[in-house]
């Protein structure tokens, strides 16, 4: 018999990791062919992060080789596929997955170890490939090969959970925590720059699977008592089927006990029955909240970067449907887009803080993706688009240990309209406001010098902004340190093995002395409303003492570290438990 040998090394986050999913399709579905299963031997998937010597060690005499390679195990594979070709000179080895690239005449004269990339979805064409090499025919070799179709009918790639694939993996691996990884439907109707969903679907056609196939993926998660599921539809929400999966989900949940989270992507249309879908999870504390994004508000952005948003009076009407069916919301922005400028980038803030009526508000930083339009170099050039590749923010993943291969992302750092030097303002800006409005440990103080003198706050914000407060230097430092390579995330053993995100370890850090950062957030305000306001608060009692009780009544709302039995416990309850849902409120209220 011959070895198939997958990899698809995925990102654990201390001993929970998902299931190898894309692997465990392409295994399924050529396990239907009796070609292949008489003469091919599917060895067990190899998804676990390790170094490349033990991973090497796994291997005998390989066959053929498949990796499914993103930007968190893209540098990992090549050293991998590199190895094993020194060590198996004859093995065939297939690169496929979202970062391989479609333009690959480069790729091959830089790693020809690899024989073959598949573009877009894989089943049929891995299969094929496996039979013709029995055969004898002649294989594709140093060149990209895709399918011409894609079925609207995915029903025809049976499921690896039904069909046993991971049964053994599970068993082999009963240390391990695992999540699971499902879809319902495939394909994206929107081709925005920055992301690859939309570029692999030039017809704007969408594949599902029927409601039978979606239950047998719910019954066979629930029964292996799978506590987390992500949901890789695009645009979940968007259609009518999903109003029927969510159902099926909650009535599997309420049966069995799991799984325990669903999360999703929400779409960008169909407004009303995103809003249906996300009321069955929520009330079955499936979903708890739902994203409506935005990325920017400023129109020529948006222009360039191929995306339309939804309206702004439709937007705050969303807002307080969902907040009157007490469905959390939070919004997405991104930093560095083509066109943005600091000014615009400020008014998004402030428009997004207007509209969002104290739900969460996140920011990431722009990357350029393989296969994306920003990755186009014509495209890169026509905004001047200015890039460093830093190490991969693995938020929330296990700290990578010394001897594993370091995994790098291209932060998008400045454009034509945005210098590097304001990029780090924004940057720094952006924590702050995550760290006052989306954590709240400054959110009733601002909204009262709002209110009470008329002042916009992002004024605030920039006024932080060129405070003495610790936590801004902090911020500063780190996005100074972006532009120059060094890593976004924390590491802070204290709080536990995984990195943070900078207003994390900064909410973690005030709350282990809250009445230290408070003293300094007065002497703070009351420099802010003596240029801002010529106000005196020494000469205003009244105005002093409201800001000082403002000041006590926020501190005391935050979580106290002693009600928890250790520095790590009290991160993961707070952030890893609290941020994106409703629990972070529950933990403020003790």
Known sequence: MRQVYLNEYNMPTDNTVYLPYSSGLLQIYAQQSDVVNDNYEFKPILFQRDTVKNIIDQYDNPDVVGFSIS?????????????????????????????APLESQEFFQEHPYVDLIIYKEGERLFKDILVNRLNGGKLPYHTTISCKDSPKDLDIFPSPYTGGVYTKLIKDNSQIKFKAIIETNRGCPFKCAYCFWGVTNIKKKIGFHSDEYIRGDA???????????????????????DVRTAQTYVDIKNK????????VCYGKNATNNIFQTASILSRADLAKNISLSVQ????NVLQNIGRKNIRSETFEKLQKQYTQANIPTYTEI?????????????????????????????????????????????????HKIQTILAPLAEVHGTIRDYNLIQEFEEVVIGTNTMPPKDWIKCATISWIV??????????????????TFNVKHIDFYEFLYNSDLPQIDNFKNIARNVTMGHPRCQKILNYGNIYYDPEEVAFLDIIYDKYYFYNCLYDVIKSFLKISQNINILDNIECGCLIKGLCNQTRDSLPNVDDFDSLQEFATQT????????????????
Request: aromatic residues 14%; positive net charge.
């Open 71 to 99: 930007i968190w195990n893209y540098r990992l594979s090549l050293e991998v596929g590199k190895q094993l070709k020194k060590k198996f000179p004859n093995s065939y080895i297939i690169f496929g997955g979202p970062s």
């Open 334 to 382: 991104i930093l560095g887009l083509p066109g943005e400028t600091y000014d615009s980038y400020l008014i998004t803030l402030q428009q997004i803080i207007n509209m969002v009526q104290g739900n969460h508000i996140f920011v990431y930083h722009c990357v350029v993706l393989p296969n994306t339009k920003l990755a186009s170099k014509n495209y890169q050039n026509q």
């Open 256 to 263: 069995n006990g799991y799984p325990e989270k669903f999360r």
């Open 219 to 241: 019954e066979w998660i629930s029964q292996n008592k799978i506590e987390y599921i992500f949901c890789a539809d695009a645009n979940f929400g968007m259609y009518k089927n």
């Open 575 to 590: 952030i890893l438990y609290g941020r994106k849902s409703t629990k972070k409120k529950e933990i403020n209220d003790k």
């Open 434 to 451: 995550q760290l006052f409005h989306s954590f709240k440990v400054g959110y009733d103080i601002v909204e009262w010098l709002v209110k």
């Open 296 to 299: 920017t508000t400023t129109d």
